[in-house]
């Protein structure tokens, strides 16, 4: 861990419902001339009182559907259109939209808020998220919009996403103008969207709080406006102005909607969108420049009057210590709390039945006594007497004198989160989340802002973890001046007054777990005890029949599915449910959800028990440890080829020396009958230790205490029941789960993977089972080394499954009758089959770690009797035949294809391989894989070392490049030894001397190009002058350190298969991002290269990378999401702007970004000092290409780069495939096509696109299920 570094942030535990809007109305800057506010919180009303908004479908009335989640609050509106009446559900309308009235309509808008005349400026704004959709459809609009000429505007999308408008006056065919954006803006989850429309000037579009365009809407050639009207049509919401528009249809969703008639400024759009991103809607919205509110407190959270014990001052703490070790995770944090890391090792001697301690002071604790901020030296922790791998629990209710904005802050060390509800602080389903510091810290401050919008006493939670070193937590208000308060200080007159008891605590919903068979909701009695029998559940708006049952003060209540609830489907479960009290209290709690996946085991793999030897437990395991100077870099497909044998150091071209004892079978493998629950040097970690009865193994085959370039195999036979299953691996870094009816084929179907670097950590995955059976698995692991940040985490392995109960139970544990049955011995035989296929049998959706092979190989394993005949085997990639040799080995065949020229890693590629056995059957496989690599370049089109220009600071960078920055000021000197001067504001030539650090080269992968092998004693990567980016000493932020670097434009007219190349010195940090993105337009439009964040999850964090259920990368979530360590600075118009990655990126962020989302190892100093080599494809033939890096961090390490380059590699180009043809038979599209490729398929024009099952040659036959779907040959 660096000094001043900022760890990484993960998901919250607490799900945050949704805000209820308060009633009254914030009257600042932004709220001047908004006429109109549309929250859509459980109605259409507007908050402005000046229009009656009308829900309006077609030949019936329409439903004012405000029942899905909103961006903010609790609801957004649905809005719908289906391209004509034959296809309407029965039961709905063809439209579904709102309408603010015609002009000057009495009825709907009496006072003409919605009439613009032909001088009156507006402006809209809303939070938009598209669903199923094709076409233009429109969001807001007062023209008929079958047409661009006909009189008003509209504000809509289109079919690639984009954001658009139209606009015409009255009776000037020259007043239509229109801007259409970039595809792509509005994709992937919610946006905002802003339109200003200057009536004699210009309309100026925005998009998540940033300027995109700004047109003129002036009338005349010469710039004199000759005014006319826009209003001839009503002003719709979610359809056009005639409200009969069809060439745009499906479903689109709009929250916050508003009407201003004036301009809005950049700096109150911009501040909009941060404060909608909280939850704060347009009501709210403080003015630009005021400190951002991380959210707004419900008025309805405040406590009703009478009920709060203004008699008991101060908070309630429970503490909780384990000797689990405590990994500076708040999610681990809540679940130590709740009992799940081990039993509670504090001292609960003056703490109440309930565990808590009653503290009527100020939280101001600290296991040294020592004091922070300068507060009073502090008190000890309450209940704790070490100092390690502890918790508090804190709850109050504070007192707000008054409405207004507050700011609250936390210093600690390590982490913490503040959270209010409703009613009762420990509700985890009406929490508000507040502030938070997700991880391991020093002493340092957290501040934040909310906004209270009525005076009174509220309920708060805090929970405080600590995870090694020092613990401090102290928590206080900050004054207008700057001083900071203790909450609850009796001896300061501006101290938050702070209070232990209510006596209105109802029932709470605490717990909701799911998974496929259906879920189980737990609702804790609170100061009145729950009525189990008015307890009403529904699932997806239908009576959900469950089974209830108690535990002291706990009750459950169990929903099971007829059958099994559809992976990734959204559901939304709702329980309404009254206390015990007279008169009752009764509330009604929504909790949306996404099920999660799971892998279908399909009944065709299982064996019957004549098939497996059921009198031979447990499993076969291989290991392989590889002895080399450093460790090498490692995932899933270099343990499949170090497992095969087949890996070879590039430079001598020998085969590095396996170290690992082989065991007893014929395939060097050992026979286990007992559990596999492993740890090198048999130390105790993971779940099952030595502390509950699980003695740790040493890994079979290992010889010393080591577990570096550790591949392991596992094969087992798993005894399984129809139904649900919840398996767990325990790790230190990766593994893959695969099943098939021989589990040995490398082509098996994948059920699990974690292909990531990581200290010991869980990863669950479920499975659902068709027929009772006995079951092939495989599981490959592998652990390559300590991290930097790794704790005592050292090799270690556990499989395990997890039960209804949430028990964890290892497979095959005997003693256990909860324990699922595994056998080690298959007695029936196996045909011939593909036991390796290279470089990788599968494309994985981790990406980062530095593994590349220079040949395709892959191996045919001979069946139990019948064997493979050499002379047949054929091999085709990406669909042409290719020469190959092959070598025969013992009960196998081994092949391999070396290609020619350029390979480039991220290039994917498919393989297909055909073979005969002896008795002359044919067999055939397939697999798609990346991985390939053999940097070969030509002369580079333009090439730059850097040598020629003189160490900076004057010149910053070379002429003809641009550097620009935003980075804060610190030394005011341009000392280049010095990492805080005004040297390293930006990106600048230096000289090799003058940072150290930068120089090396990986010490896991062989760096080469050309054959050429760099290092650091005869071929450094930085030689001489390079270009740097410095983040290390300096700007803890805000604002940080945030720079960008621009190329020279390149005219690459007439050059194809256009790559990039450069050497490259970067560590990355858990707060940091590098990018590189290039544009072909002149700087209109931009395009990913790669993205660099944090992707291991060490002792300092999780990974930065966010996954969806599907365990995909969610590029949208994972560069969206906030932190309080990202960089931030205050722009021009006086806004703090960032504190996200996506911030910092031109590309607009998409789900299709997930492909160039790469994870780098936090305070490696070696692994990504690389050669990096990119294809860039849009840039083929272009004549104005510009390249754009970015670096942004607080305190976040450096990047080096030297010997930039722009190649042409025409044989990258793939040969031109034939147009893909459709057509109908039997009810399904069949599509044809010629030449080579892969056929790819996607919802939407803008990806992601993933690879079509089912091709054969190429044809292939599709259900035409979706509404519309695209596809393509690449």
């Given at each position: 861990?660096?000094?001043?570094?900022?760890?990484?942030?993960?998901?919250?535990?607490?799900?945050?419902?949704?805000?209820?809007?308060?009633?009254?109305?914030?009257?600042?800057?932004?709220?001047?001339?908004?006429?109109?506010?549309?929250?859509?919180?459980?109605?259409?009303?507007?908050?402005?009182?000046?229009?009656?908004?009308?829900?309006?479908?077609?030949?019936?009335?329409?439903?004012?559907?405000?029942?899905?989640?909103?961006?903010?609050?609790?609801?957004?509106?649905?809005?719908?259109?289906?391209?004509?009446?034959?296809?309407?559900?029965?039961?709905?309308?063809?439209?579904?939209?709102?309408?603010?009235?015609?002009?000057?309509?009495?009825?709907?808008?009496?006072?003409?808020?919605?009439?613009f005349g032909d001088s009156t400026d507006f402006s809209v704004s809303f939070w938009v998220k598209l669903g199923t959709w094709s076409g233009d459809p429109s969001f807001v609009a007062n023209k008929d919009w079958n047409s661009g000429g006909n009189v008003g505007f509209v504000v809509a999308t289109d079919s690639d996403a984009r954001i658009q408008w139209n606009y015409r006056e009255t009776n000037n065919g020259a007043s239509r103008k229109d801007y259409d954006s970039p595809g792509g803006l509005l994709s992937g989850g919610w946006h905002h969207v802003a339109v200003t429309f200057a009536r004699n000037q210009n309309a100026t579009t925005y998009v998540d709080g940033a300027q995109v365009d700004s047109t003129p809407i002036v009338t005349a050639a010469n710039g004199t406006w000759a005014p006319g009207t826009i209003d001839r049509l009503s002003l719709n919401v979610g359809q056009d102005g005639a409200g009969q528009y069809t060439d745009g249809n499906g479903t689109v969703y709009l929250d916050d909607f508003g009407l201003w008639r004036r301009v809005l400024a950049p700096d109150e759009v911009a501040t909009i969108f941060s404060s909608g991103n909280v939850g704060v809607d347009l009501s709210r919205v403080p003015n630009p420049g005021a400190p951002p509110p991380t959210a707004l407190i419900p008025a309805r959270y405040a406590m009703p009057a009478g009920t709060v014990d203004k008699?008991?001052?101060?908070?309630?703490?429970?503490?909780?210590?384990?000797?689990?070790?405590?990994?500076?995770?708040?999610?681990?944090?809540?679940?130590?709390?709740?009992?799940?890391?081990?039993?509670?090792?504090?001292?609960?001697?003056?703490?109440?039945?309930?565990?808590?301690?009653?503290?009527?002071?100020?939280?101001?604790?600290?296991?040294?006594?020592?004091?922070?901020?300068?507060?009073?030296?502090?008190?000890?922790?309450?209940?704790?007497?070490?100092?390690?791998?502890?918790?508090?629990?804190?709850?109050?209710?504070?007192?707000?004198?008054?409405?207004?904005?507050?700011?609250?802050?936390?210093?600690?060390?390590?982490?913490?989160?503040?959270?209010?509800?409703?009613?009762?602080?420990?509700?985890?389903?009406?929490?508000?989340?507040?502030?938070?510091?997700?991880?391991?810290?020093?002493?340092?401050?957290?501040?934040?802002?909310?906004?209270?919008?009525?005076?009174?006493?509220?309920?708060?939670?805090?929970?405080?973890?600590?995870?090694?070193?020092?613990?401090?937590?102290?928590?206080?208000?900050?004054?207008?001046?700057?001083?900071?308060?203790?909450?609850?200080?009796?001896?300061?007159?501006?101290?938050?007054?702070?209070?232990?008891?209510?006596?209105?605590?109802?029932?709470?919903?605490?717990?909701?777990?799911?998974?496929?068979?259906?879920?189980?909701?737990?609702?804790?009695?609170?100061?009145?005890?729950?009525?189990?029998?008015?307890?009403?559940?529904?699932?997806?708006?239908?009576?959900?029949?469950?089974?209830?049952?108690?535990?002291?003060?706990?009750?459950?209540?169990?929903?099971?599915?007829?059958?099994?609830?559809?992976?990734?489907?959204?559901?939304?479960?709702?329980?309404?449910?009254?206390?015990?009290?007279?008169?009752?209290?009764?509330?009604?709690?929504?909790?949306?959800?996404?099920?999660?996946?799971?892998?279908?085991?399909?009944?065709?793999?299982?064996?019957?028990?004549?098939?497996?030897?059921?009198?031979?437990?447990?499993?076969?395991?291989?290991?392989?440890?590889?002895?080399?100077?450093?460790?090498?870099?490692?995932?899933?497909?270099?343990?499949?080829?170090?497992?095969?044998?087949?890996?070879?150091?590039?430079?001598?071209?020998?085969?590095?020396?396996?170290?690992?004892?082989?065991?007893?079978?014929?395939?060097?493998?050992?026979?286990?009958?007992?559990?596999?629950?492993?740890?090198?040097?048999?130390?105790?970690?993971?779940?099952?230790?030595?502390?509950?009865?699980?003695?740790?193994?040493?890994?079979?085959?290992?010889?010393?205490?080591?577990?570096?370039?550790?591949?392991?195999?596992?094969?087992?036979?798993?005894?399984?029941?129809?139904?649900?299953?919840?398996?767990?691996?325990?790790?230190?870094?990766?593994?893959?789960?695969?099943?098939?009816?021989?589990?040995?084929?490398?082509?098996?179907?994948?059920?699990?993977?974690?292909?990531?670097?990581?200290?010991?950590?869980?990863?669950?995955?479920?499975?659902?089972?068709?027929?009772?059976?006995?079951?092939?698995?495989?599981?490959?692991?592998?652990?390559?080394?300590?991290?930097?940040?790794?704790?005592?985490?050292?090799?270690?392995?556990?499989?395990?499954?997890?039960?209804?109960?949430?028990?964890?139970?290892?497979?095959?544990?005997?003693?256990?009758?909860?324990?699922?049955?595994?056998?080690?011995?298959?007695?029936?035989?196996?045909?011939?089959?593909?036991?390796?296929?290279?470089?990788?049998?599968?494309?994985?959706?981790?990406?980062?770690?530095?593994?590349?092979?220079?040949?395709?190989?892959?191996?045919?394993?001979?069946?139990?009797?019948?064997?493979?005949?050499?002379?047949?085997?054929?091999?085709?990639?990406?669909?042409?035949?290719?020469?190959?040799?092959?070598?025969?080995?013992?009960?196998?065949?081994?092949?391999?294809?070396?290609?020619?020229?350029?390979?480039?890693?991220?290039?994917?590629?498919?393989?297909?391989?055909?073979?005969?056995?002896?008795?002359?059957?044919?067999?055939?496989?397939?697999?798609?894989?990346?991985?390939?690599?053999?940097?070969?370049?030509?002369?580079?089109?333009?090439?730059?070392?850097?040598?020629?220009?003189?160490?900076?600071?004057?010149?910053?960078?070379?002429?003809?490049?641009?550097?620009?920055?935003?980075?804060?000021?610190?030394?005011?000197?341009?000392?280049?030894?010095?990492?805080?001067?005004?040297?390293?504001?930006?990106?600048?030539?230096?000289?090799?001397?003058?940072?150290?650090?930068?120089?090396?080269?990986?010490?896991?992968?062989?760096?080469?190009?050309?054959?050429?092998?760099?290092?650091?004693?005869?071929?450094?990567?930085?030689?001489?002058?390079?270009?740097?980016?410095?983040?290390?000493?300096?700007?803890?932020?805000?604002?940080?350190?945030?720079?960008?670097?621009?190329?020279?434009?390149?005219?690459?007219?007439?050059?194809?298969?256009?790559?990039?190349?450069?050497?490259?010195?970067?560590?990355?940090?858990?707060?940091?991002?590098?990018?590189?993105?290039?544009?072909?337009?002149?700087?209109?439009?931009?395009?990913?290269?790669?993205?660099?964040?944090?992707?291991?999850?060490?002792?300092?964090?999780?990974?930065?990378?966010?996954?969806?259920?599907?365990?995909?990368?969610?590029?949208?979530?994972?560069?969206?999401?906030?932190?309080?360590?990202?960089?931030?600075?205050?722009?021009?118009?006086?806004?703090?702007?960032?504190?996200?990655?996506?911030?910092?990126?031109?590309?607009?962020?998409?789900?299709?970004?997930?492909?160039?989302?790469?994870?780098?190892?936090?305070?490696?100093?070696?692994?990504?000092?690389?050669?990096?080599?990119?294809?860039?494809?849009?840039?083929?033939?272009?004549?104005?290409?510009?390249?754009?890096?970015?670096?942004?961090?607080?305190?976040?390490?450096?990047?080096?780069?030297?010997?930039?380059?722009?190649?042409?590699?025409?044989?990258?180009?793939?040969?031109?495939?034939?147009?893909?043809?459709?057509?109908?038979?039997?009810?399904?599209?069949?599509?044809?096509?010629?030449?080579?490729?892969?056929?790819?398929?996607?919802?939407?024009?803008?990806?992601?696109?993933?690879?079509?099952?089912?091709?054969?040659?190429?044809?292939?036959?599709?259900?035409?299920?979706?509404?519309?779907?695209?596809?393509?040959?690449?």
């Amino acid at each position: 861990m660096k000094p001043n570094t900022h760890p990484t942030h993960s998901a919250s535990l607490a799900a945050v419902l949704g805000l209820v809007v308060a009633t009254s109305a914030y009257g600042g800057q932004i709220q001047q001339g908004l006429v109109v506010h549309l929250p859509f919180d459980g109605d259409i009303a507007d908050t402005r009182q000046n229009v009656t908004p009308v829900a309006v479908g077609y030949g019936s009335a329409g439903v004012a559907d405000t029942s899905t989640a909103g961006k903010i609050g609790s609801g957004a509106l649905k809005a719908w259109t289906y391209p004509n009446p034959g296809v309407v559900p029965e039961g709905e309308s063809q439209f579904n939209y709102i309408t603010l009235g015609s002009p000057n309509d009495a009825g709907i808008d009496p006072g003409g808020v919605t009439t613009f005349g032909d001088s009156t400026d507006f402006s809209v704004s809303f939070w938009v998220k598209l669903g199923t959709w094709s076409g233009d459809p429109s969001f807001v609009a007062n023209k008929d919009w079958n047409s661009g000429g006909n009189v008003g505007f509209v504000v809509a999308t289109d079919s690639d996403a984009r954001i658009q408008w139209n606009y015409r006056e009255t009776n000037n065919g020259a007043s239509r103008k229109d801007y259409d954006s970039p595809g792509g803006l509005l994709s992937g989850g919610w946006h905002h969207v802003a339109v200003t429309f200057a009536r004699n000037q210009n309309a100026t579009t925005y998009v998540d709080g940033a300027q995109v365009d700004s047109t003129p809407i002036v009338t005349a050639a010469n710039g004199t406006w000759a005014p006319g009207t826009i209003d001839r049509l009503s002003l719709n919401v979610g359809q056009d102005g005639a409200g009969q528009y069809t060439d745009g249809n499906g479903t689109v969703y709009l929250d916050d909607f508003g009407l201003w008639r004036r301009v809005l400024a950049p700096d109150e759009v911009a501040t909009i969108f941060s404060s909608g991103n909280v939850g704060v809607d347009l009501s709210r919205v403080p003015n630009p420049g005021a400190p951002p509110p991380t959210a707004l407190i419900p008025a309805r959270y405040a406590m009703p009057a009478g009920t709060v014990d203004k008699g008991s001052p101060g908070f309630l703490a429970r503490p909780y210590q384990t000797s689990a070790a405590q990994p500076n995770s708040l999610l681990w944090t809540e679940q130590q709390l709740a009992g799940l890391q081990g039993p509670n090792l504090a001292d609960l001697s003056g703490a109440d039945a309930a565990g808590y301690y009653h503290v009527d002071t100020v939280v101001n604790w600290n296991n040294s006594s020592a004091s922070v901020d300068g507060f009073p030296s502090a008190s000890k922790f309450p209940g704790i007497t070490g100092s390690e791998n502890f918790s508090e629990e804190i709850l109050t209710y504070i007192e707000f004198p008054s409405p207004g904005n507050y700011t609250l802050g936390v210093n600690s060390d390590d982490g913490f989160r503040v959270t209010t509800a409703f009613a009762n602080p420990r509700d985890p389903y009406s929490a508000i989340k507040l502030g938070e510091w997700d991880g391991g810290r020093g002493s340092a401050d957290s501040l934040f802002t909310f906004t209270v919008p009525v005076a009174g006493i509220y309920p708060f939670r805090v929970i405080y973890e600590q995870g090694g070193g020092g613990a401090n937590v102290s928590w206080f208000s900050l004054l207008e001046d700057g001083t900071k308060v203790l909450v609850n200080d009796p001896d300061n007159e501006a101290s938050l007054k702070a209070y232990s008891a209510a006596s209105f605590a109802p029932p709470y919903v605490s717990a909701f777990v799911h998974d496929g068979t259906g879920f189980t909701l737990s609702l804790s009695d609170g100061a009145t005890a729950l009525d189990p029998a008015a307890v009403r559940v529904k699932l997806n708006g239908a009576e959900a029949p469950t089974t209830p049952a108690a535990n002291g003060g706990v009750h459950s209540f169990t929903y099971v599915s007829p059958g099994f609830v559809p992976a990734l489907s959204s559901n939304t479960v709702t329980v309404t449910y009254s206390d015990s009290a007279k008169p009752a209290f009764t509330t009604t709690v929504s909790i949306p959800y996404v099920e999660g996946f799971y892998a279908p085991l399909p009944s065709g793999f299982a064996l019957g028990r004549s098939e497996v030897d059921t009198t031979a437990p447990g499993f076969r395991v291989r290991s392989s440890q590889l002895n080399s100077a450093s460790p090498l870099a490692a995932n899933i497909a270099h343990a499949e080829a170090q497992l095969a044998g087949l890996l070879i150091d590039p430079v001598s071209g020998a085969p590095y020396e396996e170290t690992a004892t082989p065991g007893e079978q014929a395939d060097g493998s050992y026979e286990l009958s007992n559990v596999l629950n492993f740890s090198t040097g048999s130390a105790d970690q993971g779940n099952f230790t030595s502390a509950n009865g699980h003695a740790e193994d040493a890994v079979p085959g290992l010889s010393g205490s080591s577990g570096n370039n550790l591949a392991v195999e596992v094969v087992t036979y798993l005894e399984l029941s129809k139904g649900f299953h919840r398996f767990g691996i325990n790790s230190s870094d990766g593994f893959r789960v695969t099943a098939g009816r021989n589990p040995y084929d490398a082509l098996a179907t994948e059920l699990a993977v974690y292909d990531a670097r990581r200290i010991v950590r869980d990863t669950t995955f479920d499975l659902t089972v068709a027929q009772d059976g006995i079951y092939p698995v495989r599981i490959v692991w592998f652990r390559q080394a300590n991290l930097p940040n790794n704790g005592p985490s050292t090799a270690a392995f556990e499989f395990f499954t997890v039960t209804s109960s949430g028990e964890k139970v290892l497979v095959n544990d005997g003693s256990n009758p909860a324990s699922v049955k595994a056998y080690a011995r298959r007695t029936s035989p196996v045909e011939p089959y593909v036991s390796y296929a290279g470089p990788s049998s599968f494309i994985s959706d981790y990406r980062g770690s530095d593994v590349g092979f220079r040949t395709l190989e892959a191996r045919v394993a001979d069946g139990t009797t019948l064997k493979v005949d050499p002379a047949s085997i054929q091999l085709s990639v990406d669909g042409a035949p290719v020469a190959i040799t092959t070598a025969p080995g013992v009960g196998s065949i081994t092949l391999e294809y070396v290609p020619a020229g350029l390979q480039l890693p991220r290039s994917v590629h498919t393989a297909s391989l055909s073979f005969a056995d002896k008795a002359g059957a044919r067999h055939s496989a397939s697999w798609r894989f990346n991985g390939l690599r053999n940097y070969e370049l030509p002369e580079p089109l333009f090439f730059e070392d850097f040598e020629s220009t003189d160490a900076g600071p004057d010149p910053m960078v070379p002429a003809g490049w641009v550097q620009e920055n935003y980075t804060g000021h610190e030394h005011l000197t341009t000392e280049p030894g010095d990492g805080n001067s005004e040297f390293y504001l930006g990106f600048v030539v230096i000289d090799k001397p003058m940072r150290g650090k930068k120089n090396g080269t990986s010490s896991a992968a062989v760096q080469m190009i050309n054959g050429v092998t760099f290092d650091e004693a005869t071929n450094p990567l930085m030689n001489g002058h390079c270009i740097y980016a410095e983040s290390d000493d300096r700007q803890n932020g805000p604002p940080g350190q945030i720079q960008y670097l621009y190329t020279p434009h390149y005219n690459l007219a007439g050059k194809s298969g256009v790559v990039i190349a450069f050497n490259s010195a970067y560590e990355q940090n858990q707060d940091g991002l590098n990018g590189m993105e290039y544009s072909v337009d002149g700087g209109a439009s931009w395009n990913p290269i790669f993205y660099w964040i944090q992707g291991d999850d060490d002792t300092q964090g999780t990974p930065d990378i966010l996954r969806g259920p599907d365990g995909k990368v969610d590029a949208v979530a994972t560069l969206t999401k906030t932190y309080g360590d990202v960089a931030r600075y205050t722009d021009g118009t006086g806004t703090l702007v960032g504190g996200y990655y996506g911030f910092f990126l031109k590309a607009p962020i998409t789900p299709a970004l997930a492909p160039f989302i790469e994870g780098r190892i936090n305070d490696d100093g070696s692994e990504s000092k690389r050669v990096e080599v990119a294809q860039v494809p849009l840039a083929d033939n272009k004549s104005d290409v510009q390249f754009r890096f970015i670096q942004s961090g607080t305190s976040s390490w450096y990047w080096g780069i030297d010997n930039w380059g722009v190649y042409s590699v025409p044989s990258l180009v793939p040969p031109a495939s034939g147009a893909i043809k459709a057509t109908l038979a039997g009810g399904k599209v069949q599509l044809t096509w010629t030449g080579a490729g892969t056929l790819e398929s996607a919802t939407e024009l803008a990806g992601p696109w993933t690879p079509v099952t089912g091709v054969t040659g190429t044809t292939a036959t599709v259900d035409p299920s979706a509404a519309h779907r695209f596809f393509r040959i690449r």
